[in-house]
Antibody, heavy 114, light 110 residues
């Protein structure tokens, strides 16, 4: 079965940094583009970043460009999100999502507050 | 960034048919179609329909998707109490090079 397991979410200070991880299993990880999508408490879904499966193409939403960095290690079947210069508005559940958003992890909660 | 437009809520009676629409433009919905996601409170979203309007295995035939021009639609027939949830559409935008989401539609079964 396909599984995506996120980790790394916690309470962080405004201006601080955090690194999220996502471990994939049950599918050929290297063949898929991967995404981070977030959902603020009581709000809708917001796409954050995409890392393609073959062309090493990376895209970011305007709201995180220059602050967040997406990366992947196909040997470890893992996806990462380095989050710097955190703001209160980054508070959300962060989901690791496969390909064309066809499979979602359970999410990890990031809270940015002093 | 721009998003896709969905109604905030849809309410229908038990056994009736509910339709949720998702409007975009030629760069997103009109280009590659829209996928549909279902989300219950406290749970991650689950795909109901891929961008080509096909259903993943295990998804009830009561859920069907279609597209006309820049508008995608999700139709739920024979509404059941367990269909009460939030529904989101999503589409890749070739111009923005970004995944877009609709704001979500809360479906209530009366």
């Amino acid at each position: 079965d396909v599984q995506l397991v996120e980790s790394g979410g916690t309470l962080a200070q405004p201006g601080g940094s955090l690194r999220l991880s996502c471990a994939g299993s049950g599918f050929k990880f290297s063949s898929y583009g991967m995404n981070w999508v977030r959902q603020a408490p009581g709000k809708g879904l917001e796409w954050v970043a995409h890392f393609s499966g073959s062309s090493n193409t990376i895209f970011y939403s305007e709201s995180v460009k220059g602050r967040f960095t997406i990366s992947r290690d196909d040997a470890k079947n893992s996806l990462y999100l380095q989050m710097n210069s955190l703001r209160a508005e980054d508070t959300a559940v962060y989901y690791c999502v496969r390909g064309a958003l066809d499979f979602w992890g359970q999410g990890t909660l990031v809270t940015v507050s002093s | 960034q721009a998003g896709l437009t969905q109604p905030a809520s849809v309410s229908k009676g038990l056994g009736q048919t509910a339709t949720v629409t998702c409007t975009g433009n030629k760069n997103n919905v009109g280009n590659q179609g829209a996928a549909w996601l279902q989300q219950f409170q406290g749970q991650p979203p689950k795909v109901l329909s891929y961008r080509n309007n096909s259903r993943p295995s295990g998804i009830s035939e009561r859920f069907s998707a279609s597209r006309s021009g820049n508008t995608a639609s999700l139709t739920i027939t024979g509404l059941q109490p367990e269909d009460g949830a939030d529904y989101y559409c999503s589409a890749w935008d070739n111009d923005l090079t970004a995944w877009l989401f609709g704001g979500g539609t809360k479906v209530t079964v009366l």
